[in-house]
Each structure stands twice: as C-alpha cells, then as structure tokens.
C-alpha cells in the first residue's frame, strides 16, 4: 500500500489583490503582504479600472514604516499584460474586484476569496477622521493577510 499524499492547506506561493481602481484598498493589501512576507510569497495588485495613487495611502503605511510612494495604480489588463495572471489565489476587496475575478477564474486556475472591505475614500469629515478610516482599513487588512497567508506547519 502506498503512504497517502499529505492533506491540507497547499501552501500559496503567489497573491492579487484586486479592488475598483488600484489606489487604496488592494495597493495597501500588497504593501502589507510584501512586508510581512517578502519574497516568500509572491504578491501582486491591481484594479479593474484605472486609479490614481492616493496620499492617504502613503501616510497610513508610512506610519508603520512601509513606504508606498512607489506604487502606481494598474488595471487587471495591464498586469495581464506585463507579466500574465498565474497567480494561486486571488483576494477581491470591492464588489466589482469580486465580479471580474470570477470572470477571470474561467481560464485561470486560482482560488478567489471575496473580502468585504470598506471605501475609506467615501469618508466625509477632517483629515485626522479620514486618516482615521484609512488607518482602520490598513489594520483590518494587516490582521486578515497575517491570518490567511500564514504558512502552514
């Protein structure tokens, strides 16, 4: 008799984030993952639409020491194009995001999960109570990436 393949969770070795327009919600996920995992995990992110890049974003990451001044804001088709979408798992942050990764899921083999996240942009009040919202999203989503992308034992 054979020994039995190990069972479980297979490790995931590459993520997307994918929001509306890959300026807020999918390019802080990215930030997070790539510091909390380096180059352990390959992580991308992109938008279904074009963005443009967010200062809230900068500010919120650069309080916990992650600069994000690089990142520009790219769609599914611009990534599809630069370097194809082979990735293992797909983590949608916007209804819309949710949509066309399962439109994508058609000819790609890769898991999609939905994470319901909040629009701090739609955040009405003084730059502290914006900051605010952005900061509550970074941390929802630090504890979420840490949680999900942890490797297994």
Request: aromatic share 6%; hydrophobic share 40%; proline share 7%.
């Amino acid at each position: 008799m054979l020994p039995s393949a190990p069972t479980g969770p297979k490790p995931i070795q590459s993520v997307l984030f994918v929001c509306a327009m890959n300026s807020v919600r999918s390019p802080i996920a990215e930030a997070l993952a790539r510091h909390y995992f380096g180059k352990s995990i390959y992580v991308q992110s992109a938008g279904v639409r074009s963005g443009e890049r967010d200062g809230f974003v900068v500010a919120a990451l650069d309080e916990i020491g992650i600069d994000g001044s690089k990142h520009r804001p790219r769609t599914l088709d611009d990534l599809e194009e630069l370097e194809g979408l082979n990735f293992d798992l797909i983590i949608t942050l916007s209804p819309e995001a949710h949509h066309a990764a399962l439109e994508l899921t058609r000819t790609l083999a890769a898991d999609v999960e939905y994470w319901p996240t909040a629009d701090p942009t739609l955040v009405q009040g003084s730059r502290d109570q914006m900051l605010d919202a952005y900061r509550d999203l970074r941390d929802g989503l630090s504890f979420r990436i840490r949680s999900r992308l942890k490797k297994p034992v």
